[in-house]
């Protein structure tokens, strides 16, 4: 009976072998035309395993059972921040060394002022922007990035030398741990009070 049962085994594990080897395809890195490889777009992905493409970005995430958390739901400002013409173009041109960098940035203006400059200036396909005049342009509508926060002058809560902290038996640990405490005062750092007004000028959620 063991015997058999073996058998059998081999011949299912051989069978879903070939199967997955038939219909399983694997994609290459894509080579672009500048010459960089890359891993494959979503396009390509849903190509490969049969799936059309969905046009709504959030639906494109729940495909993978991944919620989208900025979008028109949770910010004002999605179109600026999270997608759209502007942010593809800046990562495109890659204007920063940092792809993070751009969204650290604050707005000089309300969004959809921007981007209907943007869209003025730039009715071209993104590939085809003049990159010195994009950068030129995100320096006069957005801030440098952190402009929204100032260091803090004092914090609530933050004690020199906490309870917990101080029952720590080894001194070693005890004198790193204070030291440790003490670095969240250089740290800290708290919104400024216009941001609070102006909260769709960041990507930031602020909580008062």
């Not at 960089?36 to 799936?51: F, Q, Y």
Request: proline share 4%; with cysteine; net charge neutral.
């Amino acid at each position: 009976m063991i015997p058999f049962i073996l058998r059998l085994l081999i011949v299912i594990l051989c069978t879903c072998q070939f199967y997955l080897h038939v219909n399983t395809q694997l994609l290459p890195p894509i080579r672009r035309k500048s010459g960089d490889v890359s891993l494959p777009t979503l396009e390509e992905i849903l190509k490969v395993v049969g799936t059309s493409k969905v046009e709504n970005d959030a639906c494109e995430f729940q495909i993978y059972g991944v919620e989208n958390v900025c979008d028109e739901r949770d910010t004002k400002n999605y179109f600026i921040y999270c997608t759209g013409k502007l942010m593809h173009s800046v990562m495109y041109h890659k204007l920063f060394n940092d792809s993070k960098t751009f969204v650290d940035k604050p707005l000089k203006y309300n969004p959809n002022r921007t981007m209907t400059d943007f869209l003025k200036q730039f009715p071209e396909a993104v590939e085809k922007i003049d990159r010195d005049k994009l950068l030129d342009f995100v320096n006069r509508y957005f801030y440098e990035e952190g402009h929204e926060l100032e260091n803090c002058t004092s914090i609530i809560d933050w004690s020199e030398k906490p309870e917990k902290l101080m029952k720590i038996n080894d001194d070693t640990l005890r004198n790193w741990a204070l030291k440790l405490n003490f670095i969240w005062k250089n740290l800290c750092r708290n919104v400024k009070n216009d941001v609070v007004v102006f909260v769709n000028f960041i990507i930031g959620i602020h909580i008062g």
